[in-house]
Each structure stands twice: as structure tokens, then as C-alpha cells.
């Protein structure tokens, strides 16, 4: 079983402040992995699939990076819309989800 | 506009059923396969099992397997998830979501805004 590692846990940044979320996997997942965005309340909304590739409607200030077993997620100047819990997934054969990092408001 | 609505939760006791659904809309449903997602309160998301567009497979976590079965109704736009033998575990929201590709790729490009089991005597 694959386990994906999100750090750091909680990221503290304000508006503005460029955000650089990590993910781990335990071995290579090739380019197989997901970021989403999950508010409190809120359904989880996709952010980046395949790694790098932004779904439909997502802001170019998200970019995803990354191959094998380390992965980035960085939010180049962040929002207020933009604190909230980021999960990473695993998207090959059996669907894992890392434990999430939540970035807030300094 | 792609919408998925949940319908089913409620309060069970262990050992007991819950039959959850999800009505589908705004998409070529026939066209897409789908899961269901649940988030234990205050914890992470948690895969639960996948259907194929046609509905001729279906894909289960080891937490679920041979406790729950997933469904799906290509003529009625419902996704449903049949849960037996359920355990205090099995208490989260439960999401459907959609796959991004026809195929079974695990990207979930919408969701729904999921519904509640709890699961206690």
C-alpha cells in the first residue's frame, strides 16, 4: 500500500505570501496524483490532476509540480479565498489521500 | 451546471443498513464513472468504491469490501451505495464524486455536497 506524507501540517501565511505545499509518496506514483482544496463545510474542490495539469476553473496562481515520490503544490500570491485545507491523492489503482495541510491566516 | 445530491444519511445502529443515493445532473451521466468519498468528522478523506460508466465493475477499499455495494442507474441519473453490517467506523459525510475521464482515472472533478451517517446504539 502506498502512503502519501503532507508537510508541513499547517502553513501560516498571509494574503499575498506565496504558499509551497509538499506531498510524499511512499514509492513512485509516476505522475499519478491530485490536489484539492476542501473548505470547512465544503465539498473538496479539484485543484490539479496528473500532477501538473489545473482543472477547469482554477486560478493560474495554483501549479502543481512534481514526478515519482515528491510533489508540489504552490499558490504563487495567496487570496483570502485561498485558506483552507489542501489533500493530496493518489490517483492510480487504489485511490489514497495524504492527511492534508492547512494554511492560514498569519 | 454539474450537480450531484446525496440523499440518505442518517442515524444507524451498528450492525445495521443504510441505502444512500445521489441524483445526478447537468452531465452525460452514462458517460462517466463514479465514486463515493466519505470524511470521518474532523479526520481526512477516505475512498470507499468506484463503479465503471456502465456499471460492469466495481471497486471497493478493504475497509468496505463485502459490506457495502455500489450501484448505479444509467436510466434514473442515480448513483446509489447499499451499506450492510455497519460499524461505528463507517460514521462520516459521505460524498459521491465524478470522475474527470469516461474511464476509472480517480480524478474527481465535481462532488456533491455530501450527507451524514452516524453510526451508534
Known amino acids: 500500500e502506498i502512503v502519501l506524507t503532507q508537510s508541513p501540517a499547517t502553513l501560516s501565511l498571509s494574503p499575498g505570501e506565496r504558499a509551497t505545499l509538499s506531498c510524499r509518496a511512499s514509492q513512485s506514483v509516476s505522475s499519478s496524483l491530485a490536489w484539492y482544496q476542501q473548505k470547512p463545510g465544503q465539498a473538496p474542490r479539484l485543484l490539479i490532476y496528473g500532477a501538473s495539469n489545473r482543472a477547469t476553473g482554477i486560478p493560474a496562481r495554483f501549479s502543481g509540480s512534481g514526478s515519482g515520490t515528491d510533489f508540489t503544490l504552490t499558490i504563487s500570491s495567496l487570496e483570502p479565498a485561498d485558506f483552507a485545507v489542501y489533500y493530496c491523492?493518489?490517483?492510480?489503482?487504489?485511490?489514497?489521500f495524504g492527511p492534508g495541510t492547512t494554511v492560514d491566516i498569519k | 451546471e454539474v450537480q450531484l445530491v446525496e440523499s440518505g444519511g442518517a442515524l444507524a445502529q451498528p450492525g445495521g443498513s443504510l441505502r444512500l443515493s445521489c441524483a445526478a445532473s447537468?452531465?452525460?451521466?452514462?458517460?462517466?464513472?463514479l465514486s463515493w468519498v466519505r470524511q470521518a468528522p474532523g479526520k481526512g478523506l477516505e475512498w470507499v468504491s468506484a463503479?465503471?460508466?456502465?456499471?460492469?465493475?466495481?471497486y471497493y477499499s478493504d475497509s468496505v469490501k463485502g459490506r457495502f455495494s455500489i450501484s448505479r442507474d444509467n436510466s434514473k441519473n442515480t448513483l446509489s451505495l447499499q451499506m450492510d453490517s455497519l460499524r461505528a467506523e463507517d460514521t462520516a459525510v459521505y460524498f459521491c464524486?465524478?470522475?474527470?475521464?469516461?474511464?476509472?482515472?480517480?480524478?474527481?472533478?465535481?462532488w456533491g455536497q455530501g450527507t451524514l451517517v452516524a453510526v451508534s446504539s
Open positions: 464524486a465524478k470522475d474527470i475521464y469516461g474511464g476509472i482515472s480517480y480524478y474527481f472533478d465535481s
Open positions: 463503479i465503471s460508466s456502465t456499471g460492469g465493475s466495481t
Open positions: 491523492q493518489l490517483s492510480a489503482n487504489w485511490p489514497t
Open positions: 447537468g452531465f452525460s451521466f452514462n458517460k462517466y464513472a
